[in-house]
């Protein structure tokens, strides 16, 4: 019998996804390049910085043979000013997402997720695609590479929080026959409340469609009596 999957991706997916994101390693040992799918990584040559995968990073982090450097994004200080531009700034829209790169001729050349978005040179003040799965991995396997790893645990939980409200806030414009944008919105957001957002808008068109049905009926119905009365006048004519 075959298995009923839930449409989308599970969260555990997308963080499997998120391990493809390249990071910032600082090795503690010389180590040749690997030839993998995505391309060949860089030799390591301590002290010297390397992009890596993440999945790779964790890899050698575990085995002691790489420190990972925490993206900006990821600091306290830049967590502290994204909250206070999410509840203070722009109390409804998200904070404004990283620039895309763009090539020689002003158009861009990758798209979200598949961007450099956290690296040591990414954007401070900007949320990346998997910020929030991205920051729960690092917290969890190299929180001591991390600034006050406390801290931004802390803050990543209230920026969750707040940005959960504002998604279910966007429920109610639905309801109202609005649009939500979800520009900025993290990969992990997204999966978690897929259920519930599937599940509102589903109810909102099951509803449309039955208003419309009633519509159709009152209509018929007021054109069967038209027609009646049409009759009646006609008859009364005929006997006159």
Avoid at 134 to 163: F, W
């Amino acid at each position: 019998m075959a298995m009923h999957l839930p449409a989308g991706l599970t969260p555990s997916e997308i963080a499997f996804l998120c391990e493809m994101e390249t990071v910032t390693v600082i090795p503690r040992q010389r180590l040749d390049g690997l030839d993998l799918l995505g391309g060949p990584t860089p030799s390591l040559q301590p002290p010297h910085r390397a992009p890596l995968p993440l999945w790779l990073a964790l890899l050698l982090k575990r085995q002691r043979r790489a420190n990972i450097i925490p993206p900006p994004w990821l600091h306290p200080t830049s967590l502290e000013y994204i909250l206070k531009y999410e509840t203070e700034i722009s109390r409804e829209a998200f904070s404004p997402p990283p620039p895309l790169p763009s090539s020689a001729h002003g158009t861009n050349i990758t798209s979200p997720p598949f961007i450099p978005s956290a690296t040591a040179d990414a954007p401070a003040e900007a949320l990346p695609y998997h910020w929030l799965e991205m920051g729960e991995i690092l917290l969890e396997a190299a929180s001591d590479d991390l600034v006050e790893p406390d801290t931004v645990r802390r803050l990543m939980r209230d920026l969750r929080e707040v940005r959960m409200s504002k998604i279910r806030a966007g429920i109610a414009v639905l309801d109202a026959g609005g649009v939500v944008s979800l520009k900025g919105v993290g990969g992990m957001e997204v999966g978690e409340s897929r259920s519930f957002i599937v599940g509102v808008i589903d109810g909102l068109r099951r509803i449309g469609a039955s208003q419309e049905q009633a519509r159709r009926e009152r209509e018929a119905e007021d054109d069967e009596g038209n027609d009646r009365n049409i009759g009646d006048d006609e008859d009364d004519d005929m006997e006159t």
